[in-house]
């Protein structure tokens, strides 16, 4: 079936940092991607998507680039933040209903 | 522009009891679809409503149910709690994911159900 695979964490980092979380998947046919992000005591965020290979997705800093060839979508950013702070879900949908989301990554920046 | 709104924010419940949680989806959206998050996880989709009727199921038992009116907000129902059931329940709305201007999830704050 359908399924994502992302780095455990938590990923800790001082700030201004590199990046990188890492994500693959498996799915018949060809998936849309996405990274989410939860903030602390709050709902999901849509925070890029990518629709096609090569597809890069990119929103306030971070960025993603769909692989088709290693099935991989890994979140990036250069320089993190302390507001980066968050859990990060990488996610997959099929063109069919549901969309599947990674066990997730939790992130912390320190100052 | 309101978002989704879900209530209530926080819920406590005894086993064997039943709840009825609650959705506004983004104003545009016509699709509602629920997930249930244990701490620590990732989202687990419960099921999906459009056009008033459920087009999908996830693994989850008949105890989950739902529904959708015309204004396209919804309820999800659980009956007989059980201690596991106690996880955050999001609700997301969307346009339908077949559609050409589908753009992923908007979710709520979800609500949180802690079953004692």
């Known amino acids: 079936g359908n399924s994502v695979t992302q780095m455990e964490g938590p990923v800790t980092l001082s700030e201004e940092a590199f990046l990188t979380i890492n994500c693959t998947y498996t799915a018949t046919g060809y998936p849309s991607l996405f990274w989410y992000v939860q903030y602390p005591g709050e709902g999901l965020q849509l925070l890029l998507k990518?629709?096609?290979?090569?597809d890069k997705g990119s929103n306030k800093g971070f960025e993603a680039t769909y692989r088709k060839e290693t099935t991989s979508f890994h979140l990036e950013k250069g320089s993190v933040q302390v507001s980066d702070s968050a859990v990060y879900f990488c996610?997959?949908?099929?063109?069919?209903?549901?969309?599947?989301f990674g066990a997730g990554t939790r992130l912390f920046v320190k100052a | 522009d309101a978002g989704v709104t879900q209530s209530p924010t926080h819920l406590i419940k005894t086993r064997g009891q039943q709840v009825t949680l609650r959705c506004s989806p983004k104003?545009?959206?016509?699709?509602v679809s629920w997930y249930q998050q244990a701490l620590g996880q990732g989202p687990q989709f419960i099921f999906q409503y459009y056009e008033e009727e459920e087009r999908q199921r996830g693994n989850f038992p008949d105890r989950f149910s739902g529904h959708q009116f015309p204004n396209y907000s919804s309820e999800l129902n659980v009956n007989a709690l059980l201690l596991g059931d106690s996880a955050l329940y999001l609700c997301?709305?969307?346009?339908?994911?077949?559609?050409?201007?589908?753009?992923?999830?908007?979710f709520g704050s979800g609500t949180r159900l802690t079953v004692v």
């Open positions: 997301a709305s969307s346009s339908t994911p077949q559609s050409s201007n589908y753009n992923g999830y908007t």
């Open positions: 104003s545009g959206h016509d699709t």
């Open positions: 996610a997959l949908n099929t063109g069919g209903f549901k969309t599947i």
């Open positions: 990518a629709t096609k290979a090569d």
